[in-house]
């Protein structure tokens, strides 16, 4: 039986990349482990494209589709422009959940200068919570296309923001009369606006600018743990990060003890990973606090693959794959 949430590796390998159809005459980069989007070659510039769905949120999902699926398209160094959007409702919808979902979807496009161009809308028999389901497409010039696959042996890894950014701010709204008990209304109210932190866009396009970006990539599901693993699988790398280096708020922190959740393995949207040259690090972390970003190295890619490890303590420990999200325990 397959667990709750992504598909592991070895069953994508399996079932899903070797069922793709025809060849992609002009396919720049196609699916594989850790590739949350496709290039697509325009000519002089390029289609990146991806799609996503919402289905560990019920409250402002109309806000996280489109972000979500505007981050993948933006580590790609391509600026969101488009975004088509499938809504599934639960039986018993009313017109008034479609209003608030179709609201969200606008105010969120609106200030990413996002047109929403097409999508379906129904109600599906069997759901009990509403799904949405996105497709972002964005545009970039080819030269300044950046691969999910583009790290190299020795890159420094850039963190922008905080570890469990999106997790933290779903269990405080998801969970919050329990909360609010255990630390107060003050506090799970600061942990629910992380959620405001959630896009990318800004990091990416940011990074993009300086020269040495490598590779982007932003940890989802699995949290950072597991963005951190995709991003070696699409390079075929190792990686050494070090505990201590990365960056985790302390409503993580706190909400996490209180549930025993691993704040690696906690969905991280609004975190964005980046791979440049350790020489170029410092240019890109200092374009981001420029806009007010933070950002920090948190480690390396290494050249052997099979060495994925974290150190903490000054211990060396292997950093293992999330089975799935941390989320799935409280939500």
């Given at each position: ?86 809504i599934l409702l639960p039986e018993n919808a009313d017109d008034a959940l479609l209003a608030k979902i179709m609201n969200e979807l606008h105010e ?224």
């Open positions: 039986m397959l667990p709750p949430g992504k598909i592991p590796p070895e069953k994508l390998r399996e079932i899903v990349f070797n069922r793709l159809g025809a060849p992609g005459e002009r396919v720049i980069i196609k699916s594989d482990l850790g590739v949350d989007a496709t290039a697509i070659d325009f000519g002089s510039s390029v289609l990146v494209a991806s799609t996503d769905p919402i289905t560990g949120a019920e409250e402002r999902i109309g806000f996280y589709a489109v972000h979500i699926n505007a981050n993948d398209v933006a580590t790609f160094g391509a600026k969101p422009k488009w975004f088509l959007v499938s969120s496009a609106s200030k990413l200068g996002v047109a929403i161009v097409g999508g379906h809308t129904e109600v599906t028999p069997g759901l009990h919570r509403p799904i949405v389901v996105g497709t972002m497409l964005g545009e970039v010039s080819k030269e300044k296309l950046v691969t999910s696959n583009g790290a190299k042996p020795g890159d420094a890894i850039i963190l922008t923001k905080w570890a469990g950014l999106e997790g933290t701010a779903i269990i405080a709204s998801e969970r919050s009369e329990e909360l609010e008990k255990a630390f107060g209304k003050e506090f799970v109210e600061k942990a629910q606006s992380l959620i405001e932190m959630i896009s990318v866009v800004e990091d990416a396009l940011t990074a993009n600018n300086e020269v040495g970006v490598n590779a982007m990539h932003d940890p989802t599901e699995g949290g950072v743990a597991n963005g951190l693993h995709e991003m070696a699988d699409a390079a075929e790398l190792g990686f050494r990060v070090y505990a201590e280096k990365i960056p985790i708020r302390k409503e993580t922190l706190k909400i996490c003890e209180f549930y025993d959740l691993n704040p690696l393995a906690l969905i991280s949207s609004g975190a964005l990973m980046i791979a440049a040259p350790k020489e170029k690090a410092d240019g890109i972390i200092s374009a981001l606090k420029g806009k007010g970003i933070n950002a920090s190295v948190i480690g390396e890619f290494l050249e052997d693959k099979d060495s994925r490890v974290m150190v903490e303590n000054g211990r060396e420990k292997p950093l293992e794959r999330p089975e799935s999200d941390e989320l799935w325990k409280v939500v």
